[in-house]
């Protein structure tokens, strides 16, 4: 028995060593940034264009009558009115129902690179929980810009052709041809992306990089990480609209049956709640967990270096906190509307409730449907689809087109640390894993948490100097291109 505590005394030894070696050996491997030279972009200006942008109220919606043509056709002018030599040089075409594709011809051949946004915002939402007209464009005192899709990717959209019209005056000329893809859909998941993506599968044009909203420059986000982070989406996940629906005799609610639709929808949402899916160490978590995890504090390391060991404990963690870091971990299912009776007193013939779900890759809409299915164990509740799509394939963080963007990146935010990441929300850049391997998402703004919370939110708004600074970042993306 002696021997036998002995051995695992030294297994338990051996162990502790292994673990603690690794950690400390678990170093960042990259260098520092180097500040890029100054750019040529005029902040005033930039910040004007912006504001104009902001004022046409183009707020795209799935019901055509609600939609404001004549603010999209604005907004198409307005862009030939503010970069008059784009205009000039980069012809446009307008491809599907809202889709621009500008060309920028480089001075030799090769793959080019496409740069994304989109011109479409949602609607502002309650007007009186905004404290500046939500299409206001105004800069106040403070120097913040204010509006629905400052955010939201106008800015992105402001930074891009800011940067080619710059590099224009100074008579640049990328190497290789360059895009500009804008589509006024994307908030409705609307078909002018992939009409674009149609347009250049047909001319047989494989992008070496295309670029489009996503990541930011975060801090905080990642456990025990203190420098400021770029996150750059390599992937995104899928999404899935399912709903749970129950059927009953209806009646009188002052003598209920025994099983009530409502509360047979209840106790459904409780059983998915309750068995989250599986959680899975995707490659973007890997890539993320490799980069940040090195510059954690040691107590993180520990488990980042030896996730061969910590991984279901990570996992654990990732399932009780919930929020990015729980999502970045498995497919995630949220709840969002429910619908009974018209009337207090009468129980309802047919209860619905919607959900929800964000897919990692490995995980295909019917896989969800059929695990939901299979969680909520009632015969009596049909699971039906209503819309969505599978998970993008991945793009690696390594190569010619992560290290431009990288570079970029490290030359406007010296500061910051680049790591890859798995985007949640879904883009049109989606649609381009059909022509390119190499697809990325970063939508170029150091934002806190309060201003991620303002997309899609009430009071819109940006700092001017964050604009310019957008705009920085797209003139080096385009300078190496």
Request: aromatic share 8%; hydrophobic share 40%; proline share 7%.
């Amino acid at each position: 028995m002696l021997w036998v505590l002995l051995a695992l005394a030294c297994a338990a030894a051996v162990l502790l060593a292994v673990v603690l070696v690794r950690a400390a050996l678990f170093k960042p491997g990259e260098g520092k940034n180097t500040p890029g030279e100054a750019a040529g972009i005029e902040y005033k200006r930039a910040v004007e264009h912006l504001s104009q942008m902001v004022r046409v109220p183009t707020v795209s919606s799935r019901n055509p009558q609600e939609v404001d043509e004549g603010a999209f056709e604005d907004f198409r002018r307005l862009l030939e009115t503010l970069y008059p030599r784009v205009t000039a040089t980069c012809p446009r075409e307008r491809i599907g129902p809202s889709g621009l594709l500008y060309y920028w011809k480089g001075k030799q051949p090769g793959a080019p690179a496409v740069l994304m946004a989109h011109y479409d915002v949602v609607p502002p939402g309650d007007l009186t929980g905004w404290q500046k007209p939500p299409f206001c464009g105004e800069l106040d005192a403070d120097g913040v810009l204010w509006g629905r899709g400052t955010l939201d990717t106008k800015g992105t959209l402001c930074g891009i052709l800011e940067a080619a019209e710059a590099l224009l005056e100074q008579g640049y000329i990328p190497e290789h041809d360059v895009y500009f893809s804008f589509s006024g859909d994307e908030e409705i998941m609307g078909p002018s992306a992939p009409a674009i993506v149609d347009v250049l599968e047909q001319r047989g044009i494989h992008p070496a990089l295309v670029l489009d909203e996503g990541g930011a420059i975060v801090e905080g986000a990642f456990p025990g990480v203190k420098e400021k982070t770029a996150v750059v989406g390599i992937c995104e996940k899928g999404q899935l609209d399912v709903e749970l629906s129950i059927k009953s005799k209806g009646g009188h609610t002052s003598a209920p049956p025994v099983k009530t639709p409502v509360a047979a929808l209840a106790r459904a949402v409780t059983r998915v709640e309750k068995r989250p899916f599986p959680a899975v160490l995707t490659p973007a978590a890997r890539d993320m967990f490799n980069i940040l995890g090195r510059r954690s504090s040691f107590g993180m390391k520990l488990i980042f270096a030896n996730l061969w060991l910590f991984l279901p404990l990570l996992k654990k963690i990732c399932t009780a906190s919930g929020g990015e870091m729980n999502a970045l971990m498995r497919t995630t299912c949220c709840f969002t509307r429910m619908e009974g009776s018209q009337a207090a007193n009468a129980i309802p013939t047919e209860a619905r409730m919607t959900a929800n779900l964000r897919l990692v890759r490995g995980d295909s809409m019917d896989d969800c449907e059929a695990y939901l299915r299979r969680v909520i164990d009632d015969p009596d509740i049909t699971v039906t689809r209503i819309q969505g799509n599978d998970a993008s394939p991945y793009s690696p963080a390594d190569g010619p087109a992560w290290e431009l963007v990288r570079s970029a990146i490290g030359e406007t935010w010296p500061e910051a640390v680049t790591a890859p990441y798995m985007m949640m929300a879904c883009s049109d850049s989606r649609h381009f894993c059909r022509i390119s391997e190499h697809v990325l998402r970063f939508s170029a703004m150091e934002l806190s948490k309060e201003e991620r919370g303002l997309i899609h939110g009430l009071n819109e708004r940006v700092p001017a100097e964050k604009v310019g600074r957008a705009a920085e970042f797209f003139y080096r993306v385009l300078k190496k291109c």
